[in-house]
């Protein structure tokens, strides 16, 4: 078989919360080139990638053949993760598909895949647990492995699959945003005891890096990542113990927790998918399902591969939330503390930086 190595690799999904520190870890040692597809090349998520080094803007959707192809011309690897809360599940899937067959017609010798669980099958198709942004990449994940089965030699294939990050337990606009109440740090979600799979974006460019690296590894590899099962009592006690100051976890309803969200609720949870087409999902359908699999821990990982490929990964809320604190204080920030407060609070969501309004 043909090294699959590679060394210029098409992104797409790089001005993403995932996309931007897989590319810093990418180009860091300029072994790898990128070139990245995006809606603006002029946008200061874009600039910033550019000034890494050994980074090429495209402009351009990857919802158009022609597009695509131009942008796997001349790479050898790809990495494709699809914005699904842009496009919906139903669009995503059909563009999914098509990236894939595309990269192998372009001769991509190694194509990887920004991947979530297949939370539906997972739980033995209960629709409790149906969440679309979550299934529509889980059962293209299980396609493309499909697909290596036979196409391996041709192109290599991997899938690298994340969860929620926990960044986003300190960021604006996000399902799991805290806020202030009496001066405790507060987060009001329907999480019961369980536990969510939150993934440290830092380590997400680490473990991209390694599946590029080591393709004779993971080709056909589903490598499923996260820091480990936190649950939110945990949460809020790591936050405390690192800042000095209160927090707390109050399990809600799934009831109480939407009626906080009012009209917003029953938007598209793709906001550029048809709100006519039944096969829509609203955000509170959406996200009911994605809190019941963490509620019930449906999800698992096997943290000693982890460690095996990532001896340095984060492997706890508080090692998190201590890193963050002291980064925030070195490079103007502030604490965690000051970054909670509501009028600090910033995106970390691409959808929530583009106020669910970007081009497909």
């Not at 204080?329 to 604490?335: A, E, I, L």
């Amino acid at each position: 078989m043909a090294s699959q190595h590679v060394s210029k690799i098409f992104i797409i999904g790089g001005t993403g919360a995932q996309g931007i520190p897989i590319i810093q870890a990418l180009v860091a040692d300029k072994k790898y080139t990128v070139k990245v597809l995006t809606r603006d090349t002029t946008s200061k998520r874009a600039r910033d990638l550019l000034a890494l080094g050994n980074v090429e803007l495209m402009s351009g959707s990857f919802a158009d053949e022609s597009i695509l192809r131009s942008g796997f011309s001349g790479c050898d690897g790809a990495f494709v993760n699809i914005d699904g809360f842009n496009t919906g599940e139903k669009t995503e899937i059909y563009w999914a598909i098509r990236s894939y067959e595309i990269a192998i017609e372009m001769g991509i010798k190694f194509f990887v895949y920004g991947n979530l669980d297949y939370t539906l099958k997972k739980s033995g198709y209960n629709p409790k647990f149906r969440g679309g942004h979550y299934d529509g990449k889980g059962r293209i994940g299980e396609w493309i492995l499909f697909q290596n089965q036979k196409n391996r030699e041709r192109m290599g294939a991997s899938l690298f699959t994340t969860g929620p990050y926990i960044e986003m337990t300190i960021s604006s606009q996000t399902i799991m945003t805290p806020t202030i109440e009496d001066g405790v740090v507060t987060w009001r979600v329907p999480l019961g005891q369980g536990h969510v799979l939150h993934v440290a974006l830092e380590d997400c460019g680490y473990y991209a890096r390694w599946i590029f690296d080591h393709p004779e590894r993971s080709n056909g590899m589903d490598l499923e990542v996260a820091i480990a099962h936190i649950g939110y009592d945990e949460l809020a006690k790591a936050f405390e113990k690192v800042t000095g100051h209160p927090a707390r976890y109050i399990d809600t309803s799934l009831d109480e927790y939407w009626a906080k969200w009012g009209k917003r609720a029953g938007y598209p949870a793709g906001y550029n998918a048809d709100e006519g087409d039944k096969s829509t999902m609203s955000i509170r359908d959406n996200f009911t399902g994605f809190w019941n699999a963490w509620k019930y821990d449906l999800l698992e990982r096997d943290y000693g591969l982890l460690d095996e490929i990532h001896p340095n990964r984060i492997k706890s809320a508080e090692e998190w939330f201590r890193r963050e604190d002291e980064q925030g204080k070195k490079d103007g920030r502030g604490g965690l503390w000051d970054r909670v407060q509501k009028e600090n609070l910033k995106p970390i969501l691409k959808l929530s930086e583009d106020g669910r309004k970007g081009k497909l």
